[in-house]
Each structure stands twice: as C-alpha cells, then as structure tokens.
C-alpha cells in the first residue's frame, strides 16, 4: 500500500539576526524576522526555516543567524488580519515591567551611559542620534 503524503500547511517562522555593529550608524542590533512557509509538520517547518534564515544571513553584509527558530502553525490562511505568528511567555511582571524588559525605552542621553552618539540627519540643519533622545544642530553625522 503507497504512503499517502500529508498536505503541506502554513507556518509562520520566527528568526533571529545579528547585524554587526559598522561604525557609522546604529551598534550591533538584532532581528526577529517572521517568515511565512509551506511545510508536512513542524519538524519539516523547523528545517526550511532554518535553511531560510541562512539564505537571509548570507545575502546581507555584516548579518549571522544566531542559530534560533521558532515555528507556529496559524489557525488562519493568510490574508488580511490573519494571525501570522503568537508566542506566549509566562511572567509574573506587571505590564510596565514586562514592557520594559522585553522593549526597553529609548534612553534620555547615550553619554550619561559613557556611550557616544551615533547621529543619522534628522532634519534640514539638525542631526538626531540612533540610539537615544538627543537631537542637536548641525550636521553631525558627517
């Protein structure tokens, strides 16, 4: 008797990136990419995400894959509103310092941290950093 294939379903696919600092704009950042794939299970899910996100990685400049995936089957085709990707993390934190783990606030000024700005153009004649609140005349990121 022939094995009967499964039909391939929707995945989302969460990974994460690490963009290498490069001297001129924003430090070392990361990046949590979510994909759509068509996949037999999870398991076959977890292989191509992983083959994508090393396809990602080594098309862009200064990018590494840390090695972390994350795959959820949505209940929802995809489309306009459907859910693409959840994950729930259980935490006793009230919300705001939940927040501020997960997404810590922009701080007031890079170099009460002992850090130095970082500055992109904001505006005609201003300059604004990356990295925190600080915006001051000039063109600065020259």
Not at 27 to 41: C, D, F, M, N, W
Not at 98 to 113: M, S, T
Request: proline residues 6%.
């Amino acid at each position: 008797m022939a094995k009967r294939k499964t039909k391939k379903t929707w995945f989302a696919a969460k990974g994460v990136f690490l963009h290498a600092d490069q001297g001129s704009g924003p430090r070392q950042q990361y990046e949590e990419r979510v994909v759509l794939l068509r996949a037999r299970s999870g398991q076959k899910a977890i292989k191509l995400a992983e083959r994508e996100a090393e396809r990602y990685a080594r098309i862009l400049d200064q990018v590494s894959f840390t090695g972390f995936v994350d795959v959820y089957q949505p209940f929802d085709e995809p489309g306009v509103g459907a859910e693409v990707y959840s994950a729930m993390e259980p935490s006793d934190l009230v919300i705001k310092e939940y927040l501020n783990l997960r997404y810590p606030p922009e701080p007031l000024d890079c170099e009460a941290d002992g850090r130095e700005h970082r500055y992109y153009k904001k505006a005609r004649g201003y300059s604004a950093c990356y990295h925190c609140a600080v915006v001051k005349p000039g063109e600065l990121w020259k």
